[in-house]
């Protein structure tokens, strides 16, 4: 993996992992072994690497409309049961699951035949027999796959005049304090068993009884979930069965813009889509990144939002008089700080390595002489000593170093803070929310940046903060961060900042502009 | 009797009458017991399949596939990844579940050894050394006898290491399911076995590649292996002459329903239906009305249907299977669509819910047929059963869903006028739709 490749973060609106232990896409299939085998899909022929399925095939050519489906996912092995994306096979007696079927050299397949359509519908048709029409009510509609698809391929009525079936103790049942089941809505694709079988390998999730009676329960009700990557059941349940209850009722999904960034709560840098209202953030969820997260993010990422939204972060400049803070102007603010920094003897400035790498270059390089003073510029992470520490906490994505920009900020040239402890009189601190904190003496003078809440300004180590210079959080601004394996992620505003908190470069200009 | 086929000799049950016909020294002593052990064992592997395949012996469990073929689909050394021989697995179907066939419970109380023998020969036939016995898990008795059977013939030496001095080991595992119809079909079998939930597999790769426990793997049923010995030791050409052009010797039928002598009989395959009703003493309080020919997942028959021959292709023609040879009899004081209803019911209940179409399916017509016997069908609710049909059979993993459809849309298509009867009158007891109570529950939609 090259160090300097920079992925542009976007979504693809499908695409592939092969995780699926089932049917090992890349095994033997060498895309350089000519002449590739081809199929020939509603009339035009593509070629395709040996070992495909007809799903697979369609999706990588990305040349026409998405083959619907309710059990296929394709970070998860093939189940085949919904039978919602079969197609005709020419020459094969029955239709055939695209999800599962191979692609053989010189095969026919169409997948909008009338034959085709019919099926689908009277897939929806069953699915729909006992599924609830609370969509008004349900967290889920605007994202839900039955009620695309039904729009689709959907019967225009249903002859169904039986009573439906009611699973009365799990119309709300908890299955964790993340996770909401409404087992009503389930369309029993069981993407949430084979996730915890084969992907997080926790088992946290089985089917109990047969048939219709067929129920979602936790494996050990008692523990319920216990995973660290539930809230990726609610990405990929079609329907409503399986919500978050961190964003249950609290937007609906057609109000939410999307757009994408990087994942600030540990090394890795899972790639995000943040879905917000008005510039107030209501969820993340995971994009699908091959070399970076596949199709999950952790529970710990995904709720990270919360702290850039806490109602207790300083967006406004603060500055001590009489020992109060009080909002002031930013350059009111800075005037003040460089009356201390000049004052002082011997000055820091301590980078939390949850700064963007185009950050950390102009802290090292610009800031001490715009506040006119030589200053020792070091970076202090708070969670390991060394990057060699840096490991993988299960196998999947959750790493120990909780900041994003460990490599960046070292890239830069800078080093770590001594002993993770601060000697001087007069300390910078630049923090994005996510570095540790440093070890400080008491009374040490204090100016902090970045991002911070009240409480954590009211309380730090050294009990001496004379001012807070706000700034923005990863979702606010552009930049970059290179991850744990080593890639360089670049990133744009997924938000526009509602407080008056401005940018480390913004900042930069105003310190200018007093000199 | 009426058997009008000189070459017929009862291949299976011979003896079964006879007191103590169970036991290991009954079986040596009148029934050239492991005599076709003892000569498939001098021939080749390859030389028993082929004369297995000559005798057109095909599946006794419901399709009817010939036997002879899917043991010669057995790789003959498969190696995995790393290039070591994999073992392969014979694995013996007895899960009898299908409503109305009870042959294979037979074999298990009256010749267990026939069957012990037969699969001893089919596990050298296709080079296993391991055989599993997968048993319904209703079967305490038969588990029962059927381990005393292994453990005598283990005593024999009939079992375990260098059978009969031949240098071929063999041991045999009895597996007690947990009593689902679905672990009938041969790849839910597999998964229960492995201790995994009894759902059908997606096919391919096929059990013969990736079977129990991931190696290769031959499923039969166990009248096909009770059949297997006769052919040893009195060879195919018997067997093949007994039955007709394209299956071979007999079948065991199980008689049931509305006859006076209900019981399993060992049949040729040129027989009708009428025929078959009138060894078991003809139709008991009543006329004929309707046959299910291959148990409850075949498609009924009417009355003038009946001159039907039961070999494989000839029902397969008129539209039905032979399936499992479990032929109930109706009389004329059945109603058929409670009789269907009865059948649906079990269906709704035995369905894995693993397809869209089989879950939400099998429930839907059971639930319709209930409200057509109480009194709330309509005449658009006949074409819909049919339309609800054509949604489910031949659209999912295995043949459940079409098992379901085949008792549903042959009894409306056959018998609609009594359909019809039902919903012009209000229902079975003519008083129309009653409100049940269940209907009033509060958050049905929530």
Known sequence: ?515 | MMYNNEHFEPVITPNVQRPGCETLDFYITNENGYKGLEKALKMKPAEVIDEVKKSNLRGRGGAGFPTGMKWSFMPANPVDANGNLKPKYLVCNADEGEPGTFKDRLIFTKTPHRMIEGMIIAGHAIASNKGFIYVRGEWFKETRLMQKAIDDAYAKGFLGKNILGSGFDFDLVVYKGAGAYICGEETALLNSLEGKRGEPRLKPPFPAQVGAYGMPSCVNNVETFAAVPYILVKGWEKYAKMGTERSGGTRLIGVSGHVNRPAVYELPMNLSINDIIEIAGGVKGGKLKAVIPGGASAPMLRADECTVLTDYDSLAKAGTMAGSGGVIVLNDTVNIVEATYTLLKFYEHESCGQCSQCREGSHWLARMFKRILDGGGTQDDLDYIAKICGNMAGQTICAFADAVTGPALSSVRKFREEFEELIHKGGLLGMGRQESVSHKLVGAHV
């Open chain 1, 1 to 515: 993996m090259s160090n300097n490749l920079e992925i542009e973060i976007k979504k693809p609106k499908l695409d592939l992992n092969y995780t699926s232990d089932k049917k090992p896409v890349h095994s033997d299939a060498n895309p350089d072994v000519k002449p590739l085998p081809k199929v020939t899909i509603d009339g035009k022929t593509y070629e395709f690497r040996p070992g495909d399925t007809i799903m697979q095939v369609a999706e990588r050519m990305k040349v026409h409309e998405e083959i619907p489906r309710y059990c296929y996912h394709p970070g998860m092995p093939i189940a085949g049961t919904c039978r919602m994306c079969t197609v005709e096979v020419e020459k094969a007696p029955k239709l055939m699951t695209s999800c599962s079927t191979p692609a053989a050299d010189g095969m026919v397949v169409h997948t909008r035949s009338e034959k085709v359509l019919k099926s689908r519908t009277g897939v929806m048709d069953f699915l729909l027999t006992n599924h609830p029409l609370d969509c008004p009510v349900c967290d889920k509609a605007g994202e839900c796959d039955l009620q695309d698809y039904n729009f689709e391929y959907g019967p225009s009525k249903s002859n169904f005049k039986e009573e439906k079936r009611v699973y009365v103790d799990a119309t709300t049942k908890k299955l964790s304090d993340k996770i909401t089941l409404n087992m009503n809505r389930c369309v029993h694709c069981e993407r949430c068993v084979r996730f915890t079988d084969d992907v997080t390998k926790t088992n946290d999730l089985v089917m109990v009884n047969r048939g219709w009676h067929k129920e979602l329960e936790a494996t050990d009700p008692e523990k319920g979930l216990t995973n660290d990557y539930q809230g990726c059941l609610t990405d990929f349940c079609p329907v409503g069965a399986l919500t978050m209850n961190d964003f249950r009722f609290k937007k609906r999904s057609w109000f939410l813009t999307k757009k994408a960034s990087v994942c600030d709560r540990c090394s890795k840098g899972c790639n995000i889509e943040v879905h917000s209202d008005a510039d107030i953030v209501y969820r993340y969820i995971p994009i699908f990144n091959e070399m970076v997260n596949g199709h999950w993010m952790c529970d710990e990422g995904r709720t990270s939002y919360n702290d850039f939204m806490n109602p207790m972060r300083v967006i406004a400049p603060l500055m001590k008089h009489e020992g109060e803070f009080h909002a002031t102007s930013f350059e009111t603010l800075l005037t003040d700080i460089k009356k201390h920094v000049r004052e002082a003897s011997s000055v820091e400035l301590v980078v939390g390595t949850d700064a963007t790498r185009e950050e950390a270059a102009l802290l090292k390089d610009k800031v001490p002489a715009l506040f006119g003073k030589s200053m020792n510029v070091s970076y202090h992470n708070g969670f390991i000593s060394s990057l060699a520490e840096d490991k993988k906490l299960d196998h999947m994505l959750r790493m120990t170093d909780k900041t994003p920009n460990t490599r960046g900020v070292e890239e830069q040239g800078l080093l770590a803070l001594k002993n993770g402890e601060v000697t001087s009189d007069v300390v910078i601190f630049f923090r994005n929310g996510r570095a540790g904190i440093p070890k400080m003496k008491a009374n040490q003078k204090v100016i902090l940046w970045g991002v911070w809440t009240i409480d954590e300004v009211k309380n730090f180590p050294s009990q001496n903060v004379l001012a807070v210079i706000p700034g923005l959080a990863t979702i606010e601004k552009a930049g970059s961060y290179k991850n744990a394996d080593g890639i360089v992620q670049k990133f744009h505003p997924a938000i526009t900042h509602r407080g008056s908190a401005l940018s480390a470069h913004q900042v930069a200009d105003v310190l200018k502009s007093l000199n």
